[in-house]
């Protein structure tokens, strides 16, 4: 259904574009007919110029949203809402050759659950890297809710470099907030289990399931989590959730929310009322208060024990040290968010329509003066409530979360049953705009958000609903993000787009120019380990060599071939490929498919990958460049050759399909000539120009320098072959010189169209 | 590098949006004001109208994108250029639960090769399901380049339903080509390798190693590939590539090109200069021309030998019974494209600067007088190229594929190493237009471009590299599809579309409305196999049993719990679950994902879904719904309880973590009856009004209905244990009938804010 049909246009008098000679493909074109034509107001027009990117354009700030069960990581622009990439994190990947190549099946091995391989994840909250507060661009966070565990995202290749499994934990949701300057990253459980692996009846929950917090500790030279200096608090069984870290004056201290602290055990299908009626009960749950500086202390003094691979630090101690509190806040939360200058904290009680806004001033002077109202069933003090609140203000129906802008004071709360978007002075407590989104709300981000500085700007809703959003694609719909403009006064909807894959929770979005990401890797890099691969291999040092029962192929990448292109084994053989990119080229990725033995790789520019399998069968394999390199990348092919135990090749050398004569070679010489023509004019026009004040084009004049390099090899084999008047060779390296001379002219006319349309200077 | 910034940007003098006080958030804010701060000139903002969608409104094509070596297909709207879904096909992936769920698996496994699971495809050509030369909306066949396959998806559910595989290739390219009724799937080899599974040394190449071409029988009645009526054309050992069935007049005829026809085996580890010199030393390749009507003649008159479950028809057969044709073509082309009328053929030659157009009826007429040039070393009749040819045109460098206008005559093909689109008149061979793209293009598709009447209209081009368009994500780069307007003369370029994941190779474009997936299946629906699942469990028949070793677990799925909330089982037991989706509401699917288990499934209304895995460790593993469903839905969870072999359960029932008293029920009660009157006043609002006019809302009110429904249930329960003075139980039952209510709430609000937006009026 056409909704915008519906709309009234109103008239646009002098709206027309009047366009001069110098644009005539427009000139017959109104704006007007074409806003008429497909039913756009005044108002679409205006969200549309604010968010259209022409080419070549950049967005301001790239978000970074989870991607719920499809175990990924999904990067998108603001205001273009172009979805850049999906990082592949929890979930093997193909195109990006993760889970694929030995390098990423080791991260994914980091991630094996009881020894098992999980093949997904179930991504909830992406956290940046932080430093004093503000978003630093260097690491992304993000937890897996399903089977408890935090990945680390280098922000330098957008690559995931590892996975660590939470010891304790059998379920968290509460995962991935930082501290301050990216100390710990923090992983509240969800559903309460054992800390043990052994089974526990349901009957002893009250005494043997727990919930807990772990704060990861962050190796920040390393870019890596340190299991061995994390600690674990050990909570009771309710069901954790969200947390946030404290800023400034709160700076040292977490806060973790909670639901369920009925601890409920369901049980319908034997007449038990369901875990929904059961957990949602009483008026309030608990925020969790602790203290992890104080926490840090105790650990670096020794006082904590270690357990599993990390330090515990068991109910009793947290209470008797003073690490731990709780109070009060109502039915049901969501989200907990702590302001940008830390001073308050903001709970939403999803089954009640207030949002509770806490002060850290009041909670500590409770704290100082013990005002509490008891202690749970576990013996933590319960803080009192009205004594930590600053204010409570009814937003509306299911309010979530809150993000904050740039002004003081100001936040926005979702509200997931009213489906819309509360603007509020949470000073103040007054409700300032409220916006309808489609449908029903539950995270929302605005512009560096969760920063001591938010920039506000730009507000993104995330939708749980998009029902008629879209054309229909199946029962299984996509996802809304909805872009609201907030810099006015009242807040504008912008734009809404679609989540073709995974089902987002939350999104963390960075102004753009923090992120400096690089587009090639050192040659020879390993990139998951960050290191230079041990199976790195220059240009023309290609080898295959056998080990024991094991192959190892030390190849090679580049336009428009794969060095080797016959690899010859033993059926039986293990098989075990290195390839090397060796380009250097920006975007000038190669790929590797190999028939029937499940081996795909993708090889990004000095990157070293590897894929180890066996040969069980004897046969013939093909194999492939997977990715559109140059004009002869379809020739970019090999074979793997598995021969039976035994077999000896018999004598005949490889027969010509084609037999090449003199004439053959010199037309080839001749072509050969005419390119090198074209190509000289070509690189005529760019060096008469300005290029070097082109950093894309002097790049691109790089790369076909490079491949002029090898045209002269290869022209130079083919003379002396033909010296010796063998034409056959003579005629295949005239044909390779050729080639290289295609992708010089490739690049040169690349460099040149680039130079035209950017307006380069003749020099004089 | 925000290139758009350097634009100068026209004065827009009286371009300022002056609006009423009806739109007051604008009224601060001018057209021209957004253009200057974001650098867009006139011809931006053109686009930005043309390509801009509304919330809510619907694209005019919907485009499916192979995904290249991600193995998937990439569904997106044009002219919005929004990414409405990844369709799981070759890889598994977990949002979708493919790959995860027993239905799916089961589809995965027709995909083996010999025996082993491949776990990717490399996706190239999608082709949609024709009825008399029209695009009917039906079905995608897609193939997989790297494992010879093609897939079945569905258009009534996106979903894939079939694979098979290719017995004979070891490699494959040009796939999928469907025949004007989709009679056929037409598939070809791309490197040719034996057609046995058996090791052939390279130097028995030219005897043994063989290229072909598959027509998969397809059965329209069953929506399925019907491998035992399919037949394969066994042909040289040339590379061949890219086919495309006839039209009209050609209909019953393919054409297929190839190229490597030198059948040069490369080696550059051993001195041999490589494949992609070997391959492009011709300066012609050869278009093969195949009659399938007749070769489905001989194999239903018994004459075609069968040979690993289909036809087989050996070369000397195909020469023999004159079913196939070569046609010199210029050197290795990408592209064969026959016309919408089926008159021509066009051949792009990348190597060449020539595109050719052969004409149908001379082809004939060549085959009817024998004018052959000769044959070829297998005694396939080699056409004489010149008596084949309408026209020669050339249009740039690296010519590649080509697409069809609705204006006769009129075809857009892409050129490679000119980064170009040329619009050209391939009956009299002259170039109309040429437009720049960024950067290397590959396919382009018009809209409804592969059909017997394209509506031209929009172009997309899929270009093979982006570097620097967008922001930067790393080494890794996204592909870049660039949309262009191609209603006027000239060609505009309108909008750049980031590809996030996935490198796709083809795109075909159909009218939306054209497609009319459903939202629901039908309650317990095996949606793979297209039948009643046995496993299908109604509401209340939810039941746990053991056969042997397997515990088969029949539960349901409904907002806000998973019943049964609790499973036990045993140490070794292989758990079998099942789960039915109850929900008929639109989007309003469940998933599931429990711990440790890597079981994770999407269940959308109505279906029926199986995870099989054994437990092979006793202890506790925690499940939950994964799609943000409801309010509740952090609530919907339970717990598998795997028990040691031979445990003993203690008498002890379960401990409640709080208690309620009479005092808790009534106040329950009241929540409940000031709920009640909430929902009363939105129910009294829309029957007020003209709700039966507005399908979305009559959904809403049927799926609020039921939600009530449930309701009363639970307060008839509340009040029996009350009755019994159990306020335990009863209160928890009132709490369970508070939850419905709120969802009740939730969409009674919901329909409510779609009235008002929608301008429902008052029934008098």
Redesign the interface.
């Known amino acids: ?4 049909k ?1 709309r009234t246009l109103p008239l646009l008098i ?2 027309t ?1 009047g ?1 001069g000679a110098a ?4 000139s ?2 109104s ?1 007007q007919d ?2 008429k034509a ?22 301001e700030y ?1 978000a970074f949203s989870s ?5 990924q990581v ?4 603001i205001p273009s ?6 990082l592949a994190v929890f ?6 050759g993760y ?2 190549d030995d390098e990423s099946k080791a991260v994914l091995a980091q991630g094996r ?2 020894g ?7 991504t909830h909250h992406p956290a940046f890297s932080e430093t004093n507060g503000e978003y630093d661009g260097r690491y992304l966070f993000i937890n897996d ?3 408890p565990r935090v990945a680390v995202i280098d922000l ?4 995931t470099k590892q996975i660590v499994v939470n010891p304790f934990f ?2 968290e ?1 509460g995962g991935a907030f930082v501290t301050g300057n990216t100390e710990y990253v923090m992983e509240a459980t ?2 309460a ?2 800390f043990s ?7 002893e ?2 005494e043997k ?1 727990r919930g807990g917090l772990t704060y990861w500790k962050f190796d920040n030279q390393k870019g890596r989590i340190d299991m061995a200096n994390s600690f674990t608090f050990e909570l009771p ?1 309710y ?1 954790q ?1 969200l947390s946030d870290a404290g800023k400034g004056p709160s700076e040292g201290w977490g806060f973790t929310n909670s ?2 602290t ?9 007449g ?11 008026d309030t749950d608990f925020l969790h208060v602790t203290n992890w500086k104080k926490a840090e202390e105790l650990v670096k003094a020794g006082k904590v024990k270690q357990e599993k691979g990390m330090y515990l630090i068991p109910l009793e101690q947290a209470v008797a040290e003073s690490l731990v509190y709780l109070i009060p806040e109502p039915k ?1 939360p ?1 989200g907990v968010d702590v302001s940008p200058d830390g001073t308050k904290i903001i709970v939403s009680g ?2 009640d329509t207030h949002t509770s806004v806490y002060s850290f001033e009041k909670i500590q002077k409770a704290i100082a003066e013990k005002n509490f109202e008891g202690t749970d069933p576990y013996g933590i003090p319960i803080i009192n409530m009205k004594a930590a609140l600053h204010k409570q203000v009814q937003l509306g ?2 309010p979530l979360h809150t993000q904050y802008d740039s002004k003081a004071c100001v936040a926005y709360t979702s509200l ?4 819309m978007v509360a603007k509020w002075d949470y000073c103040e407590g007054k409700i300032l705009d409220k916006l ?1 989104i ?3 709300i ?1 995270h929302l981000v605005s512009m560096e958000g969760d920063s001591v500085s938010p920039d506000g700007k730009y507000l993104v809703s995330l939708n ?15 996802q809304n993000h ?1 872009l609201i403009d907030i810099s ?6 912008l734009y ?3 989540l ?4 987002p ?1 939350y999104v963390v979005a960075i102004k ?1 120019d923090k ?7 050192q040659s020879g890099w390993d990139s998951r380990s960050d290191s230079r691969s041990p199976y790195r291999t220059r240009a023309g040092r ?1 080898k ?1 060599e056998k080990e024991g029962d094991t192959v190892h192929v030390y190849g090679t990448l580049i336009r ?2 794969i ?4 690899i010859e084994v033993e059926e039986g053989d293990t098989v075990s490929l290195h390839f090397t990119n060796l380009e250097r080229a ?2 000038e ?1 190669h ?1 590797f ?6 081996v ?1 790789l ?1 090889v ?4 070293t990958v590897s894929a180890t399998f066996k040969a069980e ?6 194999y ?1 460049c ?4 140059s ?2 990348h ?6 793997l ?4 135990k035994g ?1 000896q ?2 004598a ?7 037999a ?1 004569t003199k004439a ?1 070679y010199e037309k ?1 010489v001749k072509t050969n000539v005419d390119t090198q023509a074209v190509i000289d004019s070509v690189v005529a026009y760019i060096t008469s120009h300005n290029y070097k004040d082109f950093s ?1 084009v002097v790049a691109l004049v790089e790369d076909a320098t490079d491949q002029l390099g090898f045209a002269s090899e ?1 022209k130079k084999k083919a003379e002396e072959f033909a010296a010796k008047e063998d034409y056959q ?1 003579a ?3 005239a ?2 010189h ?2 290289y001379q ?1 992708k010089t ?2 690049l040169g ?2 460099a040149k ?1 680039f130079l035209e ?3 380069a200077t003749k020099i004089k």
């Open positions: 259904m056409k909704f915008y519906k002098g709206l574009l366009l644009s005539s493909a427009y017959q074109e704006l074409v806003m497909r039913g756009l107001t005044q108002k679409d027009l205006l969200a549309a110029a604010k968010t259209y990117t022409p080419t070549g354009g950049r967005d790239i991607g719920g069960q499809s175990g999904i990067v998108y622009g809402m172009r979805i850049l990439k999906y979930t093997p990947e193909p195109w990006q889970g694929f659950i009881q098992k391989d999980i093949l997904y994840g179930d809710k399903a089977n330098h290749d957008f690559e059998k379920s949701h969800q559903y289990a054992p692996e052994e089974f526990v009846p349901l009957e929950f009250n399931y069984p069901s959730d639901f369920c009925e601890r409920y055990v369901g049980g319908i299908e034997r038990r009322p369901p875990f929904e009626a059961g957990c949602s009960q009483k049901s969501h999803k089954l129906l299911g997931y049953v009213d489906s309808s489609h449908y029903n539950g749980k609903l998009a029902i008629d959003r879209f054309n229909p694609v199946g029962p299984l719909h996509p909805q006015g006064d009242q807040m504008q909807l809404d787009m679609p073709p894959l995974g089902e929770h753009a992120l400096k990401p690089v587009v090639r890797y290609e295959i428009s071939h060095t080797p292109e016959i920006e975007d990725t790929g498919a190999l028939y029937g033995q499940n795909n993708s990004e520019p000095g990157k069968k004897a046969g013939v394999y093909p492939y997977t990715e559109f390199c004009a002869l379809l020739e970019m092919q090999g074979y050759l598995v021969k039976p077999y090749v018999a005949s050398g490889m027969q010509e399909g084609q090449y053959d080839q894309e290869a060779n005629t295949l390296w044909g390779q050729w080639q295609v002219a490739d006319l690349r169209t349309e950017h307006g």
